[in-house]
């Protein structure tokens, strides 16, 4: 992936901090329910994150506050230097390093695979449309897509789709990828292929935090896992301290429900 240049602005923070993402005592509440109650860590540049934990537990509001889809109640989020949750910051500036992976896909149905790979390169990059398709074909040829660059999303798999979405997200080149539960829309035979795509961009060094309800999914994606429960982060560790050694009680429970489904 290509290095992005340090671009600095008026709610830069400190340099010094090797983290690319640092979360600091954010909260958010709505009007009849706090998801967040006091979520602090920090994420190194390169890490692969899965994030797990009962439903409703926060976990899709915490990434949706790392992409700046939500505002946090309190707390301050710093991505590669800029805190954006100061109110002055340039949120373009922030978007441009992060591309998020929904669960629903989010492909244009009217565009063919291609063009929906191009479009966000060439409208928010500026890449001329055939420096955009080289790149969109050149990612589609990696992950055995090439052949399905001129079909519509409704002729294609949720698996393929699935990752042609991601695709879709690399070729912004982002130096952080978030995945809200990619491989939930998925039938179990399809979880696997997109798995693999996902474990390749592991490989190329790109940030990644991954929320997911599949354990397996968790432990072969990530080195680290973090396991929310009520709003919190209850537990932070290797799979191996996570899955096979839990030590926190609702973390054990968890594991166990998730075990006997
Ligand atoms: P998870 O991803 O762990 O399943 P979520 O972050 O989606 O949990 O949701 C946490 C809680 O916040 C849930 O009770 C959910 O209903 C609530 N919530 C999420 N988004 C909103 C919203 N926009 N307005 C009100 N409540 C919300």
Redesign the pocket.
């Known amino acids: 992936m290509t290095e992005k240049h340090e671009t600095r602005d008026a709610c830069a923070g400190g340099s010094m901090n090797t983290s690319i993402i640092s979360i600091r005592h954010l909260c958010k509440e709505?009007?009849n329910?706090t998801?967040l109650k006091d979520i602090s860590v920090e994420i190194k540049k390169g890490e692969v994150i899965s994030i797990i934990?009962p439903?409703?537990?926060?976990?899709?509001?915490?990434l949706r506050c790392i992409n700046l889809l939500e505002t946090p109640t309190k707390g301050e989020i710093v991505v590669d230097g800029v805190v954006t949750t100061d109110k002055k910051c340039n949120i373009n500036l922030v978007r441009q390093k992060m591309g998020m992976v929904f669960q629903s896909f989010n492909l244009f149905a009217h565009k063919t695979i291609i063009e929906n790979i191009m479009m966000g390169q060439v409208d928010l990059l500026g890449r001329s449309r055939q420096e955009a398709y080289d790149r969109g074909m050149e990612l589609l040829r990696n992950i055995g897509l090439a052949d399905k660059a001129f079909s519509y999303p409704d002729e294609l798999s949720g698996g393929q789709k699935q990752r042609a979405a991601i695709a879709r997200t690399v070729a912004m080149e982002p130096e952080i990828i978030l995945f809200d539960e990619p491989t939930s829309a998925l039938d179990p035979e399809l979880v696997g292929e997109v798995l693999n795509t996902i474990k390749s961009l592991a490989e190329d060094g790109t940030t990644m935090i991954l929320?997911t309800h599949e354990i397996g999914f968790a432990r072969e994606v990530a080195r680290r896992i973090l396991f929310?429960d009520g709003g919190r982060i209850a537990a932070d560790g290797t799979p191996e301290e996570i899955i096979d050694h839990p030590e926190n009680p609702r973390l054990m429970q968890f594991l166990n429900f998730v075990n006997r489904k």
Not at 55 to 62: C, E, I, P, Q, R
């Open positions: 709505y009007l329910v998801p934990g439903s409703g537990t926060g976990k899709s509001t915490l929320v929310m």
